[in-house]
């Protein structure tokens, strides 16, 4: 079965404060992908970052940077000196190579930044 | 340009009326994905069209009805819905849904906010 899950359902933080959103998948696939979205209150998922599964190099852009590791099956989403505009909900989402392109959701992370 | 357009952005209806939702991609994708999302919850699959012809339906009510006309326009027509409808409807392409494969990244539209009474 494939799952994901991120156990933080609320996160508040102030501006300026480093903030690292979890994620953790379950997947019998040998190959599968990994994606995060963002969703302001406007309601639209803005696509963040695709990873597939034999690429574990971290990435960075800007002030966003993802870990993973398969040992841990993590897919982690760190935001540095966050801003109010970070204020959104964080959705992971995993899709394997036996599932015909299908977007499996974690519950979201929603992340207030406060000024 | 990774834009997909949706039309209306919000809609109220009636459970006797008919309506339909409209989505749009100029992007050349030749996947399109119908999803609804309640609040506080993630987006749920609806309907996946590939290359034009409907490839996944995930036991939709028939109340739902989706429609491609051709590779950039979805449409989901909507009939005798219930209060519990009311959701947020994105519309999302990707580039292609191979058979047995995975991994395109599905770029969604800003969604329809609908309200069922």
């Known amino acids: 079965a494939q799952k994901v899950t991120q156990a933080q359902t609320e996160i508040s933080v102030v501006e300026k404060e480093d903030v690292t959103l979890d994620c953790v998948y379950e997947?019998?696939?040998?190959?599968?992908?990994l994606f995060w979205y963002k969703q302001p209150p406007s309601g639209e998922l803005v696509f963040l970052i695709r990873?597939?599964?034999?690429?574990?190099q971290n990435e960075i852009s800007g002030r966003y940077s993802w870990n993973f590791q398969k040992s841990t099956s993590s897919f982690n989403f760190t935001i540095t000196a966050s801003q109010v505009v970070d204020s959104a909900v964080y959705f992971c989402a995993l899709s394997g190579n036996n599932q015909g392109g299908k977007l499996i959701f974690g519950q979201g992370t929603e992340l207030s930044v406060k000024p | 340009d990774t834009e997909v357009t949706q039309t209306p952005k919000h809609l109220v209806m009636g459970m006797t009326n008919k309506k339909s939702l409209k989505c749009e991609q100029h992007m050349g994708h030749r996947a399109m994905y119908w999803y609804k999302q309640k609040a506080k919850k993630p987006p749920e699959l609806m309907f996946v069209y590939s290359y034009e012809k409907l490839s996944i339906n995930e036991s939709v009510p028939s109340r739902f009805s989706p429609e491609c006309p051709n590779s950039s326009l979805l449409n989901l027509h909507l009939h005798a819905l219930q209060p519990e409808d009311s959701a947020l409807y994105l519309c999302?392409?990707?580039?292609?849904?191979?058979?047995?494969?995975?991994?395109?990244?599905?770029?969604f539209g800003p969604g329809t906010r609908l309200l069922v009474l």
């Open positions: 999302a392409s990707s580039q292609e849904r191979v058979a047995g494969g995975s991994g395109e990244t599905q770029y």
């Open positions: 990873r597939n599964s034999f690429d574990e």
């Open positions: 997947t019998r696939d040998t190959t599968y992908y």
